[in-house]
DNA sequence: TATAATAACTAATGTTATTAGTTTTGTAAA
DNA sequence: TTTACAAAACTAATAACATTAGTTATTATA
């Protein structure tokens, strides 16, 4: 019936995000981290269970996130205005939060978690809304979701690791790929 | 004026690339190399420079490797076959040596290493081949080697990482996904 | 005020990468 | 054939890390 206040999961996960945003997801370590909070490191076994339980943790919150910051930025807009507004943020969340995002793309321990399947589903499941108004069939839409997220992640992911080493406006690029998609989609419709 | 054979640098690469593929970018670690290649873990120091030198190693094969898979794809090809065939090829290779192309795409310590930056640039360069014939501007074709980059090592993630979950064909997503881009850059190829 | 839950700690273990210094060995020259 | 040396592989040692076990300290509540 007692409790001691001190840090809980949710401080620590926090800590891990801001570190793993500022310096990198491989220079999060637990070591790293129990220094950033004044702590010796086995105090954070008090909250967390070990270094792939926090990564894990990092994955899931970044795809949460992901996937509201997109829901947020397609408020009062559809079709095609939608999609390039999600894929926009999407982007802009990766810039933002390089680690977090890190997080989301690393290789998994664990495929099978079923906490981060049902991350990935919500963000699924959004675009699956966003492409209604396009009355594809549902394996069609699927493939249009697939596609749509191998688009965003390729640029994020490749934008973060400094793959995009032209003085070339990245945005830019970013959005004629988004739109050229788009417009594929639209010409494409008639076609099998 | 006397050397003594044994290990060199190419067979630990080349051991380490097996064991990339084999189990994973994560697993490569210089013990679990040593005892692959029946050798203490110090000995390897003979022949790199340490494990980040290593993966830096692995890095620069696959992103050479990945390209000579592209150009041996499109040999008689030209357009949007041939940019059809290498996307495939850029797949069916991350595919073929996950482990490998892990390293490709992985956090670089080092973004600055010249061996990496020509490597990635040969890419750039064959890209911007296969879209000669599209008779593009210079800064547009650049836009459209990042959106093509983008597509293609998007969907190798995301596949690798099993973000594909749904029973649904990814050869066949993959290809409306080249093919959708392709539309729309014919499509696009009027506008601003 | 006393208690009990629990956060944080110390101590210890095992793994890994890395460096220094030594031994071994195969080849090329004598 | 013998010898010398260059380089590969080794042993030993150190430092960073994750993790576990067991102990101490603290604080909210009964």
Same mark, same amino acid.
């Given at each position: 019936?007692?409790?001691?206040?001190?840090?809980?999961?949710?401080?620590?996960?926090?800590?891990?995000i801001a570190l793993a945003d500022r310096e990198g997801l491989e220079q999060l370590s637990l070591?790293?981290?129990?220094?950033?909070?004044?702590?010796?490191?086995? $105090?954070?076994?008090?909250?967390?269970?070990?270094?792939?339980?926090?990564? @894990?943790?990092?994955?899931?919150r970044g795809l949460i996130l992901v996937k509201d910051a997109m829901v947020e930025a397609v408020?009062?807009?559809?079709?095609?205005?939608?999609?390039?507004?999600?894929?926009?943020?999407?982007?802009?969340?990766? @810039?933002?939060?390089?680690?977090?995002?890190?997080?989301?793309?690393?290789?998994? #321990?664990?495929?099978?978690?079923?906490?981060?399947?049902?991350?990935?589903?919500?963000?699924? $499941?959004?675009?699956?809304?966003?492409?209604?108004?396009?009355?594809?069939?549902?394996?069609?839409a699927l493939h249009v979701v697939r596609g749509f997220r191998s688009l965003v992640h390729g640029?994020?992911?490749?934008?973060?690791?400094?793959?995009? @080493?032209?003085?070339?406006?990245?945005?830019?690029?970013?959005?004629?790929?988004?739109? #050229?998609?788009?417009?594929?989609?639209?010409?494409? $419709?008639? @076609?099998?």
């Amino acid at each position: 019936m007692a409790a001691r206040p001190g840090l809980d999961p949710e401080a620590v996960l926090q800590a891990a995000i801001a570190l793993a945003d500022r310096e990198g997801l491989e220079q999060l370590s637990l070591a790293s981290l129990a220094a950033a909070l004044h702590v010796k490191t086995p $105090s954070l076994y008090n909250h967390i269970k070990g270094l792939p339980d926090l990564k @894990r943790q990092l994955s899931r919150r970044g795809l949460i996130l992901v996937k509201d910051a997109m829901v947020e930025a397609v408020i009062g807009k559809s079709e095609d205005a939608a999609l390039l507004a999600a894929g926009l943020a999407y982007v802009g969340f990766a @810039r933002k939060q390089p680690g977090l995002y890190e997080a989301v793309t690393a290789p998994l #321990t664990d495929y099978e978690d079923p906490e981060l399947q049902e991350a990935g589903a919500q963000v699924v $499941s959004f675009l699956l809304k966003l492409l209604a108004p396009y009355g594809l069939s549902e394996e069609d839409a699927l493939h249009v979701v697939r596609g749509f997220r191998s688009l965003v992640h390729g640029f994020a992911s490749l934008e973060g690791q400094n793959g995009f @080493r032209m003085g070339l406006d990245r945005d830019e690029s970013l959005r004629r790929l988004l739109q #050229t998609y788009l417009l594929g989609l639209r010409a494409g $419709s008639g @076609r099998k």
